[in-house]
Nanobody, 124 residues
Framework: QLVESGGGLVQAGGSLRLSCAAS????????MAWFRQAPGKEREFVAS???????HYEDSVKGRFTVSRDNATNTGHLYLNNVKPEDTATYYC????????????????????WGQGTQVTVSS
């Protein structure tokens, strides 16, 4: 089970920290990622981090967002800095089991487990 938290309303240029709490499995066995979906748009990749590293970001968030994970506490985080109105979306945490320690995955269909999402709204 994945549970996201930390969303909310933030002004453009501000910051937020999203969290993803995992339970029921060994978090360190899973690649994790963040996706987002704005109204009327398809779900899009934001960032992914492999079991022991290996990080990849979608181009529009590079330099502004930071993804991290802590396998000891079964949590993942997405730090949103210098947010823009176009970052407004529901953000989802996702995970899939992998034997590769540093692989990251960028397609939503590659993930088996999803959280319920947390809303981020950026005002201009």
């Amino acid at each position: 089970q994945l549970v996201e938290s930390g969303g909310g309303l933030v002004q453009a240029g501000g910051s937020l920290r999203l969290s993803c709490a995992a339970s029921g499995r060994t978090f360190g066995d899973y690649v994790m990622a963040w996706f987002r979906q704005a109204p009327g748009k398809e779900r899009e990749f934001v960032a992914s981090v492999g079991r022991k590293g290996g990080i990849h970001y979608e181009d529009s968030v590079k330099g502004r967002f930071t993804v991290s994970r802590d396998n000891a506490t079964n949590t993942g985080h997405l730090y949103l800095n210098n947010v823009k109105p176009e970052d407004t979306a529901t953000y989802y945490c996702a995970a899939v089991m992998s034997t590769a320690p540093f692989i990251f995955l960028t397609s939503h269909w590659q993930y088996d487990y999803w959280g319920q999402g947390t809303q981020v709204t950026v005002s201009s």
